[in-house]
DNA sequence: CTCCCGATAT
DNA sequence: ATATCAGGAG
């Protein structure tokens, strides 16, 4: 894809949902330590899910010392909603452990140190570098990014990291804390997974998928 | 590649 | 019943 292509569909979809972020399905925190611990949750569960735990959860462990602390199968039973259980409850604590141990319990602010953190990938690091300290490390390929930076064409492949390689070379520097949030709003209203509605889609003229799915001549 | 695992929409 | 949801580890 041409970045000028890539810029004016940032474009149309910055003036569609930029004011959605006042709009409750986002993960909610209030720390760097929230929003590393919530990232880690969120994995294939809905925002909302994760955001019905915060509650209880911090509550509880407010900070990586008393995570660090808690009993395993304590947490289980606060987060069994966020599915994965499990593993999530293993590694929220082994993450709180290691911040105590080698980080003085403040969440790092560098790719490098997020990803030794257990249950902690490029693609929630880079949440937690963007959210908590503002920093555009990455673009943080989701499930959503994924599939729309695909539809549109702004890459050709299926693995996550060649995709954030794709998206970062196709938008400066500043724009991918945003084009995270927008193809992630596009994609969970508009292009959805099982049935895009590419009727009410505001960039189909400049879709891939649009074109080689809805052309005059298809069938 | 498989496994982890519950909630929700269709 | 099945697919999917702000993935990561083995």
């Given at each position: 894809m041409l970045k000028d292509t890539a810029c004016r569909i940032f474009s149309v979809l910055f003036n569609q949902y930029i004011r959605e972020d006042t709009n409750l399905n986002f993960l909610?925190?209030?720390?760097p330590f929230q929003i590393l611990i919530m990232t880690i949750?969120?994995?294939?569960?809905?925002d909302r899910t994760v955001n019905s735990v915060k509650g209880r959860l911090f509550e509880a462990y407010p900070d990586p010392?008393?995570?660090?602390?808690?009993?395993?199968s304590k947490i289980e039973e606060i987060i069994r909603p966020t599915g994965f259980y499990r593993a999530k409850s293993k590694n929220i604590r082994g993450a709180s452990e290691m911040l105590v141990r080698e980080y003085e319990g403040i969440v790092p602010d560098s790719m490098e140190e997020l990803v030794k953190l257990p249950g902690v990938g490029r693609k929630t690091a880079n949440i937690v570098l963007n959210h908590a300290y503002g920093i555009d490390a990455g673009i943080a390929v989701d499930t959503?990014?994924?599939?729309?930076?695909?539809?549109?064409g702004m890459t050709d492949n299926t693995s996550p990291d060649k995709i954030e390689r794709d998206l970062t070379s196709l938008f400066p520097k500043e724009a991918w804390g945003k084009i995270n949030f927008l193809l992630?709003?596009?994609?969970?209203?508009?292009?959805d997974?099982?049935?895009?509605?590419?009727d009410k889609c505001c960039i189909k003229e400049l879709c891939r998928y649009y074109r080689e799915n809805n052309s005059p001549d298809k069938e």
């Open positions: 909610e925190f209030d720390n949750l969120s994995a294939q569960t809905t010392s008393s995570m660090a602390d808690a009993d395993i959503h990014v994924k599939r729309v930076s695909f539809r549109l992630i709003s596009h994609g969970r209203s508009v292009c997974a099982k049935k895009p509605a590419c």
